[in-house]
Nanobody, 123 residues
Framework: QVQLVESVGGLVQAGGSLRLSCAAS????????MGWFRQAPGKEREFVAAITRSGASTYYTDSVKGRFTISRDNAKNTVYLQMNSLKPEDTAVYYCAARPYGLGVNPNEYNNWGQGTQVTVSS
């Protein structure tokens, strides 16, 4: 198992930016593909972005393409989510997750989760 701890989110105005980080411990970080998910009140947890173990490939849900960037630093055991041009509909609890081997877009494909961090975008 790998333990994941997200940074504190925050409140930001629409159009603003925020960077989330997720620190991993317990296992070899570079053995895990990483993903970011989010869950808004009353909605199911949804995929946001994912990155391969090496960081060479990334994948995004359509609603965040061009606005969000996922990256990782394997030397620091950390994955990041840079969020730009934020919209009120981005408001949610954001979770990082890890899975061995390749990318996944379904929450059920991940077996390691952080505690979640609240991101609120005001209009």
């Amino acid at each position: 198992q790998v333990q994941l701890v997200e940074s504190v989110g925050g409140l930001v105005q629409a159009g603003g930016s925020l960077r989330l980080s997720c620190a991993a411990s317990g296992r070899t970080f570079s053995n895990y593909a990483m993903g970011w998910f989010r869950q808004a009140p009353g909605k199911e947890r949804e995929f946001v972005a994912a990155i391969t173990r090496s960081g060479a490939s990334t994948y995004y849900t359509d609603s965040v393409k061009g606005r969000f960037t996922i990256s990782r630093d394997n030397a620091k055991n950390t994955v990041y989510l840079q969020m730009n041009s934020l919209k009120p509909e981005d408001t949610a609890v954001y979770y990082c997750a890890a899975r061995p081997y390749g990318l996944g877009v379904n929450p059920n494909e991940y077996n390691n989760w952080g505690q979640g961090t609240q991101v609120t975008v005001s209009s």
